[in-house]
Every structure is written in C-alpha cells, then in structure tokens.
C-alpha cells in the first residue's frame, strides 16, 4: 500500500539510531530460516520482489511496529502463501499439510542456492524513449494510490533535478500487482533538502530517489 | 492467522528471545507446509543460511573499496559500472545488477538509506545491521542526517554536503569513502583492513591508520 506506516521517510518520534557492536548475522536460528523460507518461496516467481513488499506494507500499522523485522517478513511470507493459494488458512491453524500442493514451475534446490546469493537484473527493453534526461528539471507527481508505489510520500509534489538515466526497469507499482513485465524509465532525482523540508531545514543537505518516470512531471 | 507477534512480552528493541513462542512454533508450522506440499527443501534454506552467514559480507566491499584506493582505473571503472568493476574482482561473491558506487570528496559526504525498507547492497556488504533496517535510521537520515550521523560518532566539518541516497528502486548504493591520510605505502591487503561496513554506507569513516596499526 501507499501511505502506511512502511513511508517513513520524515516522520519524528523514533528516538536516536540503537547500535550493537559485533552484531551477527541472524540473532536466532530462526531469523535464518524465515530468511531462507522467503528466498525459497520468491524463487518460484509466483510473485515479485514489490509483490512482497506489498504484502508487508498491508500489515496492520501496529504490528508493523511492534514485530521484528523478520518477524514482519514471516507475517508477510504467511499471507503471501494463503493469498496465492499455495496454502490453505486451515492448514496453517492445523499447524500442517492437509492436503497435497499444487504443481510450480520452479523450486529451489541446493545446487541453485549459490545462484540466489546475486540479485536479479530488473532492467527490460525499453517500449518508448526516455522521456528526460541528465539535467531536467522534474516535479513529483503528488499521488496516493491505495496499492503498492515507491514514491516516498515527503517526495511527492516536489521539485528535483534528473542526475542520472538508471535503465528501464520493472514498475514495482505495477509488479506488485501481477504484471512482472512492465517496465518504465527509472531517474535518480535530486531534491534539495529545503526543497523537501523547508526554508530553516539545512542548507548542506541534498537527498535523491530512485524516480520511475510515471512518477514525475515536466516543469 | 492472526498478526499479533503476541508472547514477546519483553520490549526488548531486538525481540530475539530465546523462549519458543507461539510465532516460532507458527513459523516452524510454515516450513513444514511448505516442505511437506514440496514447495521448498529444507536442504536448500541450509544452503541459503550458510551462504548468509559465510560467503556474503563487507569483506567484499571492503576489497572493492580497497582496489579503487590503489587502482585509478578500476576506480573509474567502478564508477562507471559498479557491479561489472565487482564482478571483476573475481574473488569476491558475484554481484548483480544496478550497483551504483557514490565516492565521497572532501566536498561531499553519501550516506544510504532505504526509506521505504531496507535496500541494501547486501552482495558486498552483507545483510543489513538491525539499525540499517530501523525506524529511527529510516525516518531520520533524509530529514536530519547530522543527527544520525552523531548517533553513529561520526562529526563532519560544517560546510561538508550531505547527500542523501534513497534506495526506492532495485538500485544499489555502495559508499566509496576517501581513503585515509598515512596509508601511502599500504598495501591493497592492509588497506581492505581499514574498510568498515559503516564507511560503505556513509554512517562511519575508514579506520584511521594509527589505530588499526600496522
């Protein structure tokens, strides 16, 4: 979704960033499996990247806040596998299979796994030209879809500067909802922080996004 | 299936008991579902673990970082096309797509950050520190980077420029930092030695030379 707790780009309140020296890589063994769960799961490409995220932005606010983090990765995966069918809702209340599972194109294997340790490529042939180039001058597009987007909302409505041509990769707007294929022109656009926050915030600071070009107007 | 991560009574900032509560045996459930309906081989999220735990980390930013110190042409390479110039490493894990490398300048500071959730350029640094992935570093590094960077120790001259990096797409931020006074005879290797995982991601600076020693 949208504007849900997930954006949390400018909001006050969470207190100062807490450390932890020597920190490993999982803190329970079971971090690990939920991380694996969720990169065996995504290797079926019954959905994409944004399609999980989705599914942990529309997480109750609370939860979103109280859970760890891969406890709202295991909270999302759970949703995920009902939604898709993949697993029935009395099953996960049983606590076990109640019947065989359906038929996938693709499960991973131990020989896969070091395939799994690089990230895919999202760029695709471009259907159009880009529509902007380095040095254009872009407004964000002040929109609120109730779906998965990646604009983050203290981004919408502002004026930025294209400082790079990323490619035309798959739009997470669209992904998220079923169409793995479509692709759109992605920018770096620059924001100058007073731009974003204000005249008293800092003049030192410039923050950029990575802009899909549905995301943005001419000025 | 309720959401509640109920039975964490404790309010720990981690939340990792060690207890077995009603969410583990929830996720213990789902991996067996899952293996049981023979989506997933538990053999397979093994593999996954270990890799996570063994073969991914900063030591390969770090070496990246610490060719582009002692190499002109790599640097312009990796500035170029992050993830090719990694990949042409060949002795670190290989890297995907769209990694971008931003080079700090006495000019400008880059700090990364994923607003949204938590991007990371995991195939060189690892998977993401609880911090990266927080609602206190995500909220406040684009509206008040400063005080982020003081929660980190990390005071940079006043009329330094802050740039901020949102990973809001499938790009990837690697934080090039300047490399440290009095290592002009280092080599690649004990240069590599002084890259932190901070440094790549803009919320430290290498370790200076005199406190690694030599």
Request: glycine share 8%; aromatic share 8%.
């Amino acid at each position: 979704m949208s504007n849900t707790i997930h954006d949390m780009g400018g909001m006050h309140g969470f207190g100062a960033v807490e450390l932890e020296p020597n920190e490993p890589v999982f803190h329970e063994p079971w971090e690990g499996r939920v991380l694996a769960m969720q990169r065996a799961m995504g290797y079926t490409r019954l959905w994409t990247i944004d399609g999980g995220r989705a599914s942990l932005e529309a997480l109750p606010p609370v939860t979103y806040l109280t859970a760890s983090y891969y406890q709202r990765w295991f909270l999302g995966l759970e949703r995920r596998v009902v939604a898709h069918g993949l697993v029935g809702a009395d099953e996960i209340t049983a606590g076990k299979s109640l019947r065989p599972g359906r038929r996938l194109n693709r499960k991973l294997t131990v020989g896969d796994v070091p395939n799994t340790t690089r990230r895919g490529n999202f760029e695709r042939p471009a259907p159009a030209p880009a529509k902007f180039k380095v040095g254009d001058k872009v407004r964000t597009r002040n929109i609120n879809p109730t779906t998965h987007t990646r604009l983050p909302r203290y981004a919408r409505g502002k004026l930025g500067t294209v400082e790079a041509v990323r490619g035309c990769h798959v739009y997470p707007d669209t992904a998220a909802l079923g169409d793995h294929n479509h692709a759109e022109w992605l920018y770096t656009v620059v924001f100058a922080g007073r731009e974003l926050w204000g005249e008293e915030a800092d003049p030192t600071v410039n923050v950029s996004i990575e802009a899909f070009e549905p995301y943005l107007e001419t000025v | 299936m309720a959401d509640d991560p109920h039975s964490h009574s404790h309010s720990h900032s981690h939340e990792h008991g060690s207890e077995l509560s009603d969410l583990q045996l929830r996720m213990r459930a789902l991996e067996t579902i899952l293996t049981e309906k023979g989506y997933i081989d538990p053999a397979a999220l093994d593999a996954i673990v270990e890799a996570c735990e063994t073969k991914i980390g900063p030591h390969n930013g770090a070496r990246v970082v610490a060719r582009a110190w002692v190499d002109p042409a790599f640097k312009r390479r990796l500035l170029e096309d992050a993830s090719e110039a990694a990949n042409s490493l060949g002795h670190i894990s290989p890297v995907g797509a769209h990694l971008i490398a931003v080079e700090n300048t006495p000019e400008v500071h880059n700090l990364v950050v994923c607003t949204l959730c938590s991007c990371y350029p995991w195939e060189v640094l690892g998977l993401p520190p609880v911090w990266y992935k927080s609602a206190p570093y995500r909220s406040r590094a684009v509206i008040d980077p400063k005080a982020v960077l003081s929660d980190f120790g990390l005071k940079l001259p006043a009329e330094t420029q802050i740039r901020i990096w949102d990973s809001t797409a499938e790009t990837r931020f690697l934080v090039l930092p300047m490399r440290p006074e009095g290592t002009e005879n280092w080599s690649e290797e004990q240069l590599a030695e002084l890259v932190t995982r901070d440094s790549m991601v803009g919320t430290g600076l290498p370790q200076s030379p005199t406190r690694a020693g030599r």
